[in-house]
């Protein structure tokens, strides 16, 4: 089955930038949508954007301007670049895939935004 892991989370300031990575261990990505959630404490997990196979892009309200999701077939690799970060923005980030009618979930990584 495939799996993704994220990486690149961290502590970061308010304003400050953070690039995520999603790693895959199948060249899925030149054939499947993938995209980026986010999951706040006591709140529901919220889609962020996705990138299609053809590398068209769509984003959530709340991030539009500020985060870019990108990919890189040849390394397995999608990304999350977040801009201008803001508190409110701190959460638990996921990558995702639909894969053959399945959607697969990366493990997620932490992002704190905070002074």
């Known amino acids: 089955q495939v799996q993704l892991v994220e990486s690149g989370g961290g502590l970061v300031q308010p304003g400050g930038s953070l690039r995520l990575s999603c790693a895959a261990s199948?060249?899925?990505?030149?054939?499947?949508?993938m995209g980026w959630f986010r999951q706040a404490p006591g709140k529901q997990r919220e889609l962020l954007g996705t990138?299609?196979?053809?590398?068209?892009?769509n984003y959530a309200d709340s991030v539009k301007g500020r985060f870019t999701i990108s990919k890189n077939n040849a390394k397995n690799t999608g990304y999350l670049q977040m801009n201008s970060l803001k508190p409110n923005d701190t959460a638990v980030y996921y990558c995702?895939?639909?894969?053959?009618?399945?959607?697969?979930w990366g493990q997620g990584t932490q992002v704190t935004v905070s002074s």
């Open positions: 199948e060249s899925i990505f030149n054939r499947n949508t």
């Open positions: 990138i299609s196979a053809g590398g068209s892009t």
């Open positions: 995702w895939a639909y894969v053959t009618g399945k959607n697969i």
